[in-house]
């Protein structure tokens, strides 16, 4: 460790406030957060900070953005190295327990994969959380009919318990929904409400549930229409999330068939952020997107009833 710190009084100021009731993957990025503001402070770089921990750079950088479990050899090194204050060091144990602390969402481990882990415990300390779907209504706002199809669709080997656990899953994610935080807008290609996923009942009551989601105060469900939406509609999910807790503010989550990419560089969050953006503006309004709703429930309900 040649790296020669620059000469400066410890900072007892600069801490970030923990909030009661913090998060895993809040408590993960604070924790990033603040080891950073600490190298930053003594005048360090990452390739200074990698030694520390027998790591490489993007090692650092990933701890510094809560995107790989805190080991507590690796942060409390850093914390030592960086000259952290007696306050300072309080405050990174506190966020280390809450950061190792298993959430409700480990019972399904089995039945999840890593990529979705970490979204599910960041839509649950997010302030926002701004999604495209172009296939499929969101995760979010599936009823477990709907997620079934889906389901069963993708793993047709998998066993009932499997799918039944994968669907309760998705089911535990919506109760957040019931909260005040986070908003949601969820922008949906109009192909969503076309395509007869398990049939017209299952349509039929996913759709109903839709509009009902749509009344809760938190939840804004905009239908991009086809006329509309050649010129702006990727061929990908988006999932844009925006974050108060003072760690890193927002990143977006852009799902493919059996993984899933994390962007947190401003440049490409900045370039998802702007193609959503574009989505909202071609989106139908809140009011027009209800009716679209409706008349599409109401076509799947005279299916069913013919």
Known sequence: MSAVRKAAEPSPARVIP????????AA??????????LRQEQGLGLKDAAPVIRGSVSKVSRLERGES???????MDLALFYGATTEQIQEIEALLRQAQHNEWWQQYSDVMPGFLKRLIALE??????????????PGLLQTADYARVLVTAAMPDASEESIRKRVEL?????????????RVVALLDEGV????????????????YLLHAGEVQNVNIRIVEFEYSADVAPTYPITHLRFGDGGPAELVYVEHIDNAMYRTRPEEVDRYRHVLNELGYAAATREKSNRLLAEAAERYRRRIRD
Do not use: C, F, W
């Open 18 to 25: 923990l909030e009661r009731g913090t998060k895993r993957e």
């Open 28 to 37: 993960a990025r604070l924790l990033g957060a603040q080891l950073r503001i």
């Open 69 to 75: 479990p805190p080991k507590e050899r690796d942060v």
């Open 124 to 137: 649950d300390s997010a302030d926002e959380i701004h999604t495209y779907e172009n296939h499929v209504v």
């Open 170 to 182: 998705r089911k535990r994610r919506q109760l957040m929904l019931n909260n005040d935080l986070p």
């Open 193 to 208: 409400l076309r395509r007869p996923v398990g049939g017209p009942r299952v349509m039929y009551e996913q759709l109903k």
